[in-house]
T-cell receptor, first 114, second 113 residues
Framework: NAGVTQTPKFQVLKTGQSMTLQCAQD?????MSWYRQDPGMGLRLIHY???????DQGEVPNGYNVSRSTTEDFPLRLLSAAPSQTSVYFC?????????????FGSGTRLTVV | AQKVTQAQTEISVVEKEDVTLDCVYE???????LFWYKQPPSGELVFLIR??????QNEISGRYSWNFQKSTSSFNFTITASQVVDSAVYFC??????????FGTGTRLQVFP
């Protein structure tokens, strides 16, 4: 019973490099989402998905792409990393509708772009 | 639009003091959920409480208590007899009719021995 697994835990990128942050859950949750956390800003929603094949933008989507080909996985792609994307990234999942009981969060990915 | 306001950026107390963290929310949805999370220095998010909009009863769990008042759109969190281990960033969050969870900016609590 792993919950929400995020990989990697730490990453340093050079400006302009691309990478994918992985998020996987084994709870059959329909809803998955990505947040970034910056000092004084709280957690801000980047993208979310309510099921396989369905994604939508959150508050701060620019510079990030997502896809949801399976219920279990929701990767976050940075196509050309910028120093402004230095942040801690959290993935969260939940059941939806009448099955909602709360959110499960991953342990976070600390990304530094130099 | 949904919004969560945590006006207190940082609070410092001495151990054994009581401290209240404020949370004010905005939503037009009639059904919604409110949450508190704790983020200790290690960085993970620790779930503390979930309350739905139909349950205004106050909740007490050990030294923690929560006061939910729909009339003032507030969901305040009180720690009684604070301890050094309570030092953390605390987030209030709101889920409305959609599945999205919206966070406040957080309150950093420092408890000094």
């Amino acid at each position: 019973n792993a919950g929400v697994t995020q990989t990697p835990k730490f990453q340093v990128l050079k400006t302009g490099q691309s990478m994918t942050l992985q998020c996987a859950q084994d709870m059959n949750h329909e809803y998955m989402s990505w947040y970034r956390q910056d000092p004084g800003m709280g957690l801000r929603l980047i993208h979310y998905s309510v099921g396989a094949g369905i994604t939508d933008q959150g508050e701060v989507p620019n510079g990030y792409n997502v896809s949801r080909s399976t219920t279990e996985d929701f990767p976050l792609r940075l196509l050309s990393a910028a120093p402004s994307q230095t942040s801690v990234y959290f993935c969260a999942s939940s059941l939806t509708g009448t099955g909602f009981y709360g959110y499960t969060f991953g342990s976070g990915t600390r990304l530094t772009v130099v | 639009a949904q919004k969560v306001t945590q006006a207190q950026t940082e609070i410092s107390v001495v151990e054994k003091e009581d401290v209240t963290l404020d949370c004010v929310y905005e939503t037009r949805d009639t059904t919604y959920y409110l949450f508190w999370y704790k983020q200790p220095p290690s960085g993970e998010l620790v779930f503390l409480i979930r309350r739905n909009s139909f349950d205004e009863q106050n909740e007490i769990s050990g030294r923690y208590s929560w006061n939910f008042q729909k009339s003032t759109s507030s969901f305040n969190f009180t720690i009684t007899a604070s301890q050094v281990v309570d030092s953390a960033v605390y987030f209030c969050a709101l889920k409305g009719n959609t599945d999205k969870l919206i966070f406040g900016t957080g309150t950093r609590l420092q408890v000094f021995p």
